[in-house]
């Protein structure tokens, strides 16, 4: 499957982003997805994650409460809405196709988006 992440942009601290993912290529449905980052200097992190059917997620204990992933499959299409953007929010944000969730982790991750950059000003 091929992934393409958009959405990321320069925002204020307190302020909203989407981030969206599009697939193409095989069954959408076939893969659970997640958002991960990667801040300079860091490792990249697992944000959130959702399952083929969009009943079972999971999210970072860093943005619980303030992200939600969700997954439109007739659209082919996986979400992440960004609200209280905080400046340690800032990284590049990439999504990926795994084969399923497996408590937090997204297993078997056989495609990356190209990442999308999220720039939150203090």
């Known amino acids: 499957v091929q992934l393409q992440a958009s959405g990321g942009g320069l925002v204020e601290a307190g302020g909203s982003l989407r981030l969206s993912c599009a697939a193409s290529?095989?069954?959408?449905?076939?893969?659970?997805m997640g958002w991960f980052r990667q801040a300079p200097g860091k490792e990249r992190e697992n944000v959130a994650t959702v399952n083929w059917s969009g009943d079972t997620t999971y999210y970072a204990d860093s943005v619980k409460g303030r992200f939600t992933i969700s997954r439109d499959n007739a659209k082919n299409t996986v979400y992440l809405q960004m609200n209280s953007l905080k400046p340690e929010d800032t990284a590049v944000y990439y999504c990926?196709?795994?084969?399923?969730?497996?408590?937090?982790?997204?297993?078997?991750?056989?495609?990356w988006g190209q990442g999308t950059l999220v720039t939150v000003s203090s």
């Open positions: 290529g095989r069954t959408f449905t076939s893969y659970a």
């Open positions: 990926a196709a795994g084969s399923r969730i497996f408590g937090p982790t997204l297993q078997n991750i056989g495609s």
